[in-house]
């Protein structure tokens, strides 16, 4: 018997095996794909404050962002300058990341299987057991990290994410820049928001273009690209987008006996933007903890591992609450309010509070100080009446 078996070879599930590796548990990752960081879901846009959990190797940052546009339903613009002395913004190689990940975790002693679906997962009073084809892994513990990927939580009644949106991005060959646009619009992307970001691939400028929305996010990115605008920024035709669901809210617990949940599995995202690469990884190295905490002491019963959710509770609880009630708050404005928003947000006065308080992993200051904004507040409480 092993000690923990982790479904799934994200950050989340490749963190935590290093992790685990290296305090001496024996650990297997299994990964559904036969390669590594493919398909590749993510934009990639991170904060130099993921260093505190991982190391960024140089040779995998694609871009350093200072600028940024949102634009409006109807063209309004609020450009926003990152301080030369203040937080750094990456965009990097997804791919190039996880396999950095599984490299460590190998390196350390974890197993990394690739190409093993998980077919069923059944929990008893004394192990976990796995089944990938013909084949049983009996594990003491179970991690999973599993993506936007729902099976086992219900199954084990962990609950489904409280929101689910759906994304599809492409990468394509572009005209350069330097800047990063965001597009919002009930008739852009419903409830989401759309992102242009330049990278820069063996010397040739790109762009990342996504969109994250209630439905047919295929759909809605096809139409973006095809607006004049954008097609003249674009030196190939979009290929087919990338696809997958977005949870926006967790789902109702993060553990149970002999399993602990990190990651996208666990609904660990930004409410705001859907960002989850921190989460992910912030979420996988407390679970690891607790995890080596459990098998030293020899419990894995649920009241042992819920420390887990105490421990994230600690750290993301209040900014996923606050987080996710002004998401609900900014979906209801109809799209009139949202240009009288972007407006407002481009004055002096708001620019000046963006520059003290925007953080790219904690969005809970920020939002509080918009709601001092008296004509912010004004207009984002009248949807709540609506």
């Not at 219900?154 to 990468?171: D, S």
């Not at 990115?221 to 949870?247: C, D, K, M, S, V």
């Not at 002999?258 to 996988?284: C, E, M, N, Q, W």
Request: net charge positive; hydrophobic share 45%; charged share 25%.
């Amino acid at each position: 018997m092993i000690d923990v078996v982790i479904i799934g070879g994200g950050p989340a599930g490749l963190l935590a095996a290093r992790r685990l590796a290296e305090a001496g548990c024996d650990v297997i990752v299994l990964e559904e794909h036969r390669h590594i960081g493919r398909p590749t879901h993510c934009t990639g846009i991170v904060s130099a404050e993921m260093t505190k959990l991982v190391k960024i190797p140089a040779d995998i940052i694609l871009s350093r962002l200072q600028h940024a546009r949102l634009v409006g339903p109807d063209r309004e613009a609020c450009d926003i300058t990152w301080a030369a002395d203040g937080e750094e913004i990456l965009t990097i190689d997804r791919a190039a990341f996880d396999e950095t990940l599984a490299a460590q975790a190998v390196a350390a002693g974890a197993i990394l299987r690739l190409g093993a679906f998980v077919d069923g997962l059944a929990s008893t009073a004394k192990a976990v057991t796995v089944r990938v084809g013909r084949e049983s892994i009996v594990a003491h513990a179970c991690l999973l990290a599993c993506g936007a990927s729902y099976r086992f939580q219900r199954q084990l009644g962990l609950g489904l994410p409280g929101r689910l949106l759906h994304t599809a991005q492409i990468e394509v060959d572009a005209e350069p820049t330097e800047r990063v646009e965001l597009h919002v619009g009930r008739h852009v992307a419903p409830e989401g928001f759309i992102w242009m970001v330049p990278v820069l691939r063996d010397g040739r400028p790109r762009l990342k273009v996504g969109l994250v929305a209630k439905r047919d996010a295929a759909k809605y990115l096809r139409h973006f690209t095809e607006r004049p605008e954008i097609a003249r920024q674009l030196r190939e035709t979009p290929p087919t987008p990338t696809t997958r669901l977005l949870p926006l809210k967790l789902t109702a617990t993060s553990y149970a006996a002999r399993v602990v949940v990190a990651g996208d599995a666990g609904g660990f995202t930004k409410p705001t933007t859907g960002g989850g690469i921190y989460y992910s990884l912030l979420t996988a190295a407390l679970a690891a903890d607790v995890l080596i905490d459990a098998l030293h002491a020899g419990r894995l019963d649920a009241q042992f591992l819920s420390v887990y959710e105490t421990r994230w509770q600690e750290r993301l609880g209040h900014e996923l609450r606050v987080g996710d009630w002004f998401r609900d708050l900014l979906v209801k404005l109809p799209d009139r309010d949202v240009g009288t928003l972007i407006r407002a947000l481009a004055t002096d006065d708001v620019q000046s509070m963006i520059q003290q308080t925007a953080r790219f992993n904690w969005h809970r200051d920020l939002i509080l100080s918009l709601l001092r904004q008296r004509g912010i507040a004004s207009l984002l409480f009248r949807s709540l009446f609506r």
